[in-house]
């Protein structure tokens, strides 16, 4: 089995990253591919959306350190076929203790090593932290390829080149495998013209770097995670169930 390894990530925080981490990798899983979902988030929204607790003993934090093997701290959750590494708020402390150790942008992706090897997982997805710091670097030396949520709005746009520039940064240095998987629109709204104004200006600077699928405001989505749900259990029906559904299509075809 071939595993494929993507970050999803934007330093800016609000635009969906979390959410499209869960429910992507969620909608993965019901479509038989198995997944590992790894939580790089100090605030480990992905874990607790997933229902799972936030324990340091089962987390990624001592795993990065080499304290513990990445298998060892992999949890079950209550999708068939999708597994978890956890994260806790104590991981913000972790890009301090990194960055003391030797090979520092690579922790992330030695620990993988072993799992790859195994052929255990079709997808690896890792939710970054809304921020470009050691976590992040990590995942982007780690990860074939970089999924960045996107939001519909203007404020949005600044960033993106700032993760492009990035990406060139760490395939000139670290990872000469990153390339951009795609761009993702999040709280898309087309009955307003920023919504559609936003598109439009991205697509005239990344006409082969955009999914078509486009994740939609929906209440639903908001609301999943308080009750530690995907949004595949908690509203199967809704429009932001049926995007995820849509852009997990699209994903495995690119991937």
Known sequence: ?????????????????????????????????????????PQANATSGLGLNKLSEESIYPVLLGEQALVDVIQETSIPKLHVASSELDLAGAEIEIARM????????????????????????????????????????????????????????????????????????????LRLDGILFTMFDNRTNLSRDVVDEVRNHFQDGLYKTMIPRNVRLSEAPSHGESIFSYAPSSSGAKAYLDLAKEFMKRN
């Open 102 to 177: 030797d090979n520092y942008l690579y922790r992330l992706r030695e620990a993988l090593v072993p799992v790859i090897e195994a052929e255990t997982y079709h997808y690896i997805i890792f939710d970054c932290p809304p921020s470009l710091g050691l976590l992040t670097l990590n995942a982007l030396t780690a990860a074939r390829s970089l999924l960045v949520p996107l939001q519909c709005e203007y404020y949005a746009l600044e960033g993106l080149s700032v993760i492009m520039d990035m990406v060139i940064k760490i395939q000139e240095s670290t990872n000469d495998r």
């Open 1 to 41: 089995m071939k595993t494929h390894v993507t970050a999803i990530t934007n330093q800016k925080g609000g635009v969906g990253k979390t959410t499209t981490s869960v429910n992507l990798s969620a909608a993965l899983a019901s479509k038989g591919k198995k997944t590992l979902l790894i939580d790089l988030d």
